[in-house]
């Protein structure tokens, strides 16, 4: 399994947007389940969202109706698109194959301010 990279955290004001990627090389993280977790210090690491290889998506309660998970399977590429971001939405972002069970990314900072 290939490490996948996120990218596209920042800061953000809150009610803002962000989208973050998270790639990986090789034509297998196209067919896998991959998910989107977030971690602050603390805290246990939450799945925020997941998709699987046909497309369906499951999201925590507390991110549903605000993000969405997608792919692009051409560019080996999940996204994350994060509106109407609030405070508490802050912590850094990571995606992995869930299935088959991969490697974690470096991870990506959201940091969203009042």
């Known amino acids: 399994q290939v490490q996948p990279v996120e990218s596209g955290g920042g800061l953000v004001q809150a009610g803002g947007s962000l989208r973050l990627s998270c790639a990986a090389s090789?034509?297998?993280?196209?067919?896998?389940?991959i998910g989107w977790y977030r971690q602050t210090p603390g805290k246990e690491r939450e799945l925020v969202a997941i998709?699987?290889?046909?497309?369906?998506?499951n999201y925590a309660d507390s991110v549903k109706g605000r993000f969405t998970i997608f792919r692009d399977n051409a560019k080996n590429t999940v996204y994350l698109q994060m509106n109407s971001l609030k405070n508490e939405d802050t912590a850094v972002y990571s995606c992995?194959?869930?299935?088959?069970?991969?490697?974690w990314g470096q991870g990506t900072q959201v940091t969203v301010s009042s």
């Open positions: 998709i699987t290889h046909s497309g369906t998506t």
């Open positions: 992995k194959s869930v299935v088959p069970a991969g490697p």
């Open positions: 090789g034509s297998i993280f196209s067919i896998n389940t």
